[in-house]
């Protein structure tokens, strides 16, 4: 079985190689070349136990993600992440059920509602990757990404649930919430506390090496310490990477530039990988149903895949409504509040000064989408490893017979491979067709980055200034036209990388100037970490500045390297 694993990971690989190669959508050309490879006679039949699936999968696929979402914007967008991310899960599950316990009543209501909750779950791992390749606006893309942060822990509470009522326990619709506020709680708890300590791991290690390492382990951990503890290791895993990846700037630039190939590395094996066991598995497990059962279960497999395709769509619009009115409520009250009592309500704003009408709709008002963006959303509901893992968990599950066990993993096969073909191969259209764009997204970018260049010259030549007098006292006064010179390159640097985007290596003249040359960056980005708290920087495009501080960090140390 091992060599069977070894040969589909690297076929996996290739395939994915070959579409990034040309710009596909990897996970959709390897589920489809998995799925033609599976009717060849030698290709080998591989059964991996579905617990063991989303254990060694999940974890570190969702910490990468988490590491990549603006903490910031995904805040923000928090009452779309929720809706979708809960709401819509539950919804979902609930249709779907009911739907399946008409159609095949030998699932029993249990079982109906246990399959509603295993397909239930997007996987946004596909939708993403078309949205980057595509330009999709960043609002879009932190809503969809939020979304496949926190959808599984809600389908994996409610599949615990289901399964716990299969196998003959007693379950209330009380005990059910306060499992799930349980979840919630410890999971969110478990990873903080990861966070916190692998964010100090990283602030006292420098070795970038041992950083990596650890961070490569910590997913596996979080979600097993929290899953022992009745808590959520999908929303453990998410609020260790959160708080790690918003406090990634804050360590050292040789560990941020371990960590991001590394991660790359990671998603594109583990991706790869599980796409194609979605692929291979589909013609097996039609083979292990009856004759009897394959009239019900393929006409259970459409009715379910059409009622997952149109559920989406038809609670989004109505839940984005939903919140764009309750915003206009909150602000309407906040108003009146404000204006019968301002002095109360000024020590909410950062001055000594009551919230402006803008101050208060930035942090009331939830992310406006338009029709289009909100028609992407509702068409990226591709399913995926979670769906798959839980379908496979599922057939083993006491109290469950064995027609009731293969139709679920059918449903689950189909409504995957479904959505994967019908959605991923038509996304790509719909977003161009809608031309969902935003040049305002970009408009305000480019304000930001003009806006924080400023600040960034002002603050270096305020370092440059305090480090010419400590240069004086230390080296004499003889010594400060050498001081000017590098200080004059080191802000035409600066200036010519706002200009042309591309860093210039830096000449350093002597080891001093080094080491003033990385005092420069540390002002600079210390400035970056203040306007992002500030809110006049929004997160993406710190990390983009931070990346190319990096670059240039990295020549320092490279030509201190060369010259020892």
């Known amino acids: 079985m091992e060599s069977s694993i070894f040969f589909i990971v690297v076929g996996a690989v290739a395939v994915a190689a070959v579409a990034r190669w040309k710009g596909w959508p990897a996970p959709l050309l390897v589920t489809v070349v998995a799925l033609l490879a599976s009717f060849l006679p030698f290709v080998p039949d591989v059964a991996i136990d579905g ?70 779950p997007p996987d946004a791992v596909s939708a993403a990757a078309i949205g980057r390749r595509l330009g999709l606006p960043r609002r879009v893309m932190t809503v969809l ?126 991706e790869s990988f599980v796409f194609a066991y979605i692929g291979l598995q589909l013609p097996r497990v039609l083979a292990d149903l009856n004759d009897g059962e394959v009239g019900v279960v393929v006409l259970l497999s459409a009715v379910v895949l059409v009622a997952v395709l149109l559920v989406r769509p038809l609670f989004v619009y109505p839940a984005h409504a939903w919140g764009q009115w309750w915003t206009r409520r909150r602000l309407r009250r906040w108003k009146r509040v404000i204006a019968m009592h301002p002095d109360a309500v000024a020590a909410r704003g950062r001055g000594r000064h009551p919230l402006s009408e803008e101050q208060l709709r930035r942090r009331l008002a939830e992310t406006r989408l338009s029709w289009r963006d909100n028609a992407v959303i509702s068409w990226a509901g ?4 979670v769906t798959l893992a839980t379908a496979l968990a599922a057939a083993d599950l006491a109290g469950i017979d064995g027609a009731a066990a293969h139709a679920i993993v059918v449903v689950a096969f189909v409504v995957t491979v479904g959505t994967l ?43 440059l200034r305090a480090m010419r007098r400590e240069w004086a006292q230390e080296h004499g006064e003889e010594q400060l036209p050498a001081f000017d010179a590098y200080a004059k390159r080191l802000v035409r640097v600066q ?19 080094t080491t003033l040359a ?23 495009v710190m990390h983009e500045l931070i990346a190319a501080m990096d670059a240039e960090e990295l020549a320092l140390d490279t030509r201190v390297a060369l010259r020892t």
């Open 51 to 120: 617990h063991v699936l989303l254990n060694i999968v999940l974890p570190p696929l969702l910490y990468s993600a988490a590491l990549d979402v603006s903490f910031l914007s995904f805040k923000r967008a928090m009452p779309q992440i929720r809706r979708l991310g809960v709401g819509l899960v539950v919804v979902t599950a609930g249709v779907v059920g009911l739907l399946a316990w008409w159609i095949m009543p030998e699932l029993t209501l249990p079982g109906a509602l246990l399959l509603g909750a295993i397909v239930a």
């Open 382 to 385: 591709m399913r995926g490893v």
């Open 518 to 540: 990385k005092g420069w960056l540390a002002v600079r980005r210390q400035l970056l970490l203040e306007e992002r708290a500030a809110g006049n920087l929004s997160e993406e």
């Open 145 to 270: 990404s939020g979304e496949s942060l926190i959808n599984d822990a809600t389908s994996l509470t409610m599949y615990r649930v289901f399964a716990a009522i299969v196998a003959g326990a007693t379950v209330t619709l009380a005990g059910g919430v306060g499992q799930f506020f349980v979840a919630v709680l410890v999971g969110v708890a478990v990873g903080l506390a990861f966070g916190a300590v692998m964010h100090r791991l990283r602030m006292r290690v420098a070795d970038p090496v041992v950083n990596g390492t650890f961070g490569l382990l910590a997913p596996f951990g979080a979600y097993a310490i929290a899953e022992q503890l009745l808590g959520s290791g999908v929303l453990a895993v998410v609020a260790m990477g959160l708080f790690v990846g918003f406090n990634a700037p804050k360590t050292s630039y040789a560990t941020r530039q371990q960590e991001a190939p590394l991660w790359l590395s990671a998603d594109f094996l583990l």
């Open 421 to 463: 073909l019908l959605q991923g191969l038509t996304l790509p259209w719909l977003i161009r067709m809608l031309g969902v764009v935003d040049d305002s997204e970009q408009q305000e970018d480019a304000r930001e980055l003009a806006a924080v260049h400023e600040r960034s010259r002002e603050a270096g030549k305020a370092y």
């Open 495 to 513: 200036s010519d990388a706002e200009q042309t985007g591309v860093e210039q290596q830096l000449r350093p003249t002597a080891e001093q100037f």
